[in-house]
């Protein structure tokens, strides 16, 4: 449904919708975009701007100084919690990922490979000889989410519950969580628990380890410590996009490849075309779906931005832009591998993008060469959900032991 408002379109869009057969958050985007470009003006709650094209998309995550990170879910223009550094704009900002960055280097994290494939084998031989299992539950909501509790120095046995509180943060909808309220319930119970684990270390350093939540009590920002609120913010943020980003990538490449053999074949048979393929992965399904709130009155692309208005930018709308990418949200692995946004741009770029591209290209190695032919398990074809990350719930997948 299509209204005309002040020569504006106004498009029927919701952030939180699902769950939905795998796929239809992509198609709905594709959509929406050949409806209005280069901007909308989204229907829901008190409505946002939602941009379309992807140079407008890209300037806009450049210009931070328009375009602030201070807001970046778009029913919510002010958030009572401080996702560090997610939600704070440069200068602040850098100085925070200056000191996470460390942890993300390509160096340090090349270092975790060989213990990343022996993980992944041990997962897929868990379940090789049954023939089947559902891709989400059994290898993407665990594998990542393992690896990523080792660098924080989290228990592995409550990785159980940590789950809970990310569905419940990150995988709510309008009708199971309308006010938000559940969400941030969450997100107190996490805080909670860091705070018990950080009086821990602090109290007896024997409990400290070479992990992150061991060494953040010994960063400094600023040449001094920084508060207890702002360190617990800072984990808050690790720990959603640790348990949640790389399960979800994961998830729609191996939709993708069980659902195109002739792809799953050309990656069985020529394993160095892997890096070139996840890329592509990426351009193609781009899981951020993020927002930003303007600083001031701007006409941005024709648009009449109002300060403190949120403007919605969906880098998947970017990633299949068949302005920028003919082949719009068609995966062609013998492309030139793309220059892409779904890592996003500008100061706020993906800090754990090394960290993604090497979990990505471990599993497909490892599970390709264990399992090199398998598809849907059966007509549902799994089911996602939206939000700021794009998700699968479950992907049931079969092959011949």
């Not at 591998?337 to 993008?353: D, E, I, Y």
């Not at 599993?363 to 996602?384: K, N, Q």
């Amino acid at each position: 449904m299509t209204d005309v408002q002040q020569d504006h379109p106004v498009l029927s869009f919701r952030y939180l919708e699902g769950p939905d057969p795998i796929g239809s958050n992509f198609k709905r985007l594709d959509e929406l975009q050949q409806q209005a470009r280069p901007f909308f003006r989204a229907d829901e709650g008190d409505g946002y701007w939602v941009f379309t094209d992807h140079d407008a998309i890209l300037e806009a995550l450049q210009n931070p100084e328009v375009f602030s990170n201070s807001a970046v879910v778009p029913l919510d223009p002010n958030p009572v919690y401080k996702w560090i550094p997610m939600l704070i704009d440069p200068p602040e900002h850098g100085k925070w990922r200056h000191v996470l960055g460390l942890y993300f280097s390509p160096g340090r994290i090349h270092r975790l490979e060989e213990e990343q494939r022996i993980y992944a084998r041990d997962l897929i031989n868990k379940f090789v000889q049954k023939g089947s299992c559902d891709f989400y539950t059994d290898f993407a909501a665990v594998y990542p989410t393992t690896i990523f509790l080792q660098m924080m120095g989290l228990p592995i046995e409550k990785l159980p519950d940590f789950m809970v509180w990310e569905a419940k943060i990150m995988h709510a909808t309008v009708e199971s969580d309308p006010d938000r309220s559940i969400a941030i319930s969450a997100m107190m119970e996490v805080v909670g628990y860091f705070t018990e684990l950080i009086n821990e270390k602090r109290a007896d350093p024997s409990k400290r380890g070479d992990d992150i939540v061991s060494n953040a009590l010994d960063w400094r920002i600023d040449d001094a410590p920084p508060s207890d609120a702002d360190l617990l913010s800072c984990m808050l943020l690790l720990f959603m996009a640790g348990l949640d980003t790389v399960a979800a990538q994961l998830s729609y490449s191996m939709w993708h490849f069980a659902t195109h053999p002739a792809d799953r074949k050309r990656i069985v048979e020529d394993p160095a075309i892997i890096p070139a393929a996840i890329e592509e992965m990426m351009r193609a399904y781009p899981i951020v779906q993020t927002a930003r709130k303007a600083t001031r009155d701007i006409d941005f692309h024709g648009c009449p931005i109002k300060k403190d208005e949120v403007v919605m930018l969906p880098l998947a709308m970017a990633g299949r832009d068949p302005k920028v990418y003919a082949r719009g949200g068609t995966v062609d692995l013998d492309a030139d591998r793309p220059r892409h946004l779904s890592l996003g741009a500008g100061p706020h770029r993906c800090l754990g993008s090394h960290l993604a591209r090497q979990e990505l290209r471990v599993v497909f190695e490892e599970w390709h060469r264990l399992i090199p032919d398998y598809e849907l398990a059966d007509e549902s074809g799994g089911r996602e959900h939206t939000g700021g990350v794009y998700g699968v719930d479950s992907l049931p997948l079969r092959w011949t032991p």
